[in-house]
């Protein structure tokens, strides 16, 4: 049963009971009902609104997914499994997600302010020359 059928329930009590709406109380019971209904109404209303946003966000996220099979042409599970980097641009701050694959070509713009930014993948900071993927305690 929804809101406003119990509302209308609620109504149907009170008329059925011939509550004499000349008396105080008949007054707020009939005012406390109409209220009521005003809200039921208002709510299915919200209700009605939010199903469209629904069916509308779950199309555009089809149409997303869509998009995303034919630009990546991979499944978004197989993009979990890459290995992001956070790097912070030394011009504006702000951190910059790269995968492996653009940390090897060298160079990148930063998105943020354009700035050229270079990486050596030659070196992994501990001076060991190995790749960007080495870890320091295993070269000391």
Avoid: W
Avoid at 44 to 59: T, W, Y
């Amino acid at each position: 049963m929804t809101i406003t059928e119990k509302v209308a329930y609620l109504r149907g009590l009170f008329e059925g009971m011939s509550v004499d709406e000349s008396t105080n109380e008949g007054k707020l019971f009939k005012a406390v009902i109409d209220v009521l209904d005003d809200m039921a109404y208002s709510i299915a209303d919200v209700e009605d609104g939010m199903d469209e946003l629904n069916e509308q966000i779950e199309a555009i996220d089809e149409d997303l997914d869509e998009l995303e099979q034919d630009f990546y042409g991979e499944d978004e599970d197989a993009e979990d499994d890459e290995e992001i980097y956070e790097i912070t641009c030394p011009s504006c701050n702000e951190k910059i997600c790269l995968d492996f694959d653009m940390l090897a070509d060298g160079e990148i713009e930063c998105p943020n302010c354009g700035e050229h930014l270079e990486f050596d993948l030659d070196e992994c900071g501990c001076g060991c020359e190995e790749c960007a993927g080495c870890e320091e305690e295993d070269h000391h």
